[in-house]
């Protein structure tokens, strides 16, 4: 039997008329950029994150890299993040002009915590807390990752955050809806930035992203840079790219928004059972008490990993690696990283399991059988 890692027309395709509709009001609009539709996604997203305000960008790279701007970036600041996740994040820091400091994770959680940033700031900055490598970028930004849809312990982060003058960041790119102490992700730092990329939890027909923020401040800077850092079509005031969401996939997630958290519950549904069915010898990402997570992946450790990818391909169970490589060890900056061993062993360790909204109860028990045996 075929198992597919993802199945995207499982959730988009009984959406099709719905969608159809929503781009035809687009087209007949005749406002393609920056109109209704980016502005009333702004409002329900902002809702639906238990947020004041949220702001429509192209993607959930520009979400970071304009969030910290946004948020006082200067050029060669250091903005501590976990070496395991997405490398986009680290890309985002980049183009922001930052200077990423690697922490390393959990674990078990496979998350950054309290415990893991001490050790990055006492291990790689001097007494005024400035970086030591590629001479002393002050660190002045913690930007946790909810990684796989697994919420961060926020209140550690914000409390060690708040003692060390770091400004706090989220990338809940992978966590629509998770939350941390009953309060959502992407609510505890000055900024959260969500992707909106066709696989997440809630996942456009294209790119876009998201930043939510309470700070009127912080809006006013994202809406300037998100447009060039023009105020308008005639004046540059700041720094800025080009990154607006589009009217048309505002539409699109307009229809997929009140469907995130009954998604989000198949997931958990999902989770749940491959917890309860797998063997011990696979250990699964361990969640942190009082948070809520939503299960963007579902990840195992495997130390032979590619012999167990290729048995189950052999069944026809496509399987994903999220991440092969610790993002400190990429060859653009591996030689200035220092090493993160919990991270680099999780990289040549985990794979990912078939998990999405609409996915098959054969297929499940066809992988769950398949790593019985
Ligand atoms: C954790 C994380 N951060 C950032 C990003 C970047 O988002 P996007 O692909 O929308 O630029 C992604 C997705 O790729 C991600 O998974």
Redesign the pocket.
């Known amino acids: 039997m075929k198992v597919p890692f993802n199945d995207l027309s499982r959730v988009n395709v009984p959406l099709s008329r719905e969608i159809a509709a929503a781009v035809d009001r687009v087209v007949r609009s005749g406002a393609y950029i920056l109109g209704e539709e980016v502005d009333a996604f702004e409002g329900e997203f902002a809702r639906f994150a238990l947020s004041r305000f949220s702001v429509g960008v192209a ?3 520009d979400a ?1 890299t304009l969030s910290l701007w946004a948020c006082g970036l200067r050029p060669g600041d250091a903005v501590v993040v976990p070496a395991l ?2 490398n ?2 680290v890309v985002a820091i980049d183009r922001a002009g930052g200077v990423p400091l690697f922490a390393d994770v959990d674990p078990e959680t496979y998350l950054m915590t309290a415990a893991t940033v001490n050790v990055a700031l006492r291990e790689q900055c001097d007494q005024a807390g400035a970086r030591m490598r590629s001479g002393g970028h002050p660190v002045r930004f913690l930007l946790p ?1 909810h990684l796989y849809g697994a919420p961060c312990a926020m209140d550690a982060l914000c409390e060690l955050a708040a003692e060390r003058g770091l400004t706090v960041i989220e ?1 809940a ?2 966590a629509h809806g998770a939350s941390w102490g009953g309060r959502p992700v992407g609510t505890w730092g000055k900024a959260g930035c969500f ?1 909106f ?1 066709p696989t997440k939890n809630l996942g456009a027909l294209g ?1 876009g ?1 998201a930043v939510v923020t309470d700070d009127p401040g912080i809006v006013e800077r994202l809406r300037l840079q998100r447009f060039y850092g023009q105020r308008n079509r005639v004046r540059q005031d700041a720094l800025g790219l080009n990154s607006r969401l589009d009217e048309i996939q505002a539409a699109i997630l307009r229809v997929k928004l009140p469907r995130v958290e009954a998604w989000n519950r198949e997931r958990v549904r999902l989770a749940d059972k491959y917890r309860a069915a797998l063997p011990a010898r696979y250990p699964v990402q361990a969640l942190p008490e009082g948070g809520k997570p939503v299960h963007h992946l579902f990840v195992i450790r495997a130390p032979e990993r590619a012999s167990l990818r290729q048995g189950l391909a052999a069944r026809g169970i496509e399987t994903g690696v999220h991440y092969e490589v610790a993002a400190n060890r990429h060859p653009i900056r591996a030689a200035t990283s220092p090493a993160c061993p919990v991270s680099e062993r999780l990289a040549g360790e985990v794979v990912s399991l078939p998990l999405y909204p609409g996915m098959r109860a054969d297929g499940q028990d066809e992988v769950i059988a398949a790593l019985l045996e």
């Open positions: 993607s959930g790279t970071i996740t997405a986009p994040t990752v990338d790119a992978q992707s990329y790119d992203g």
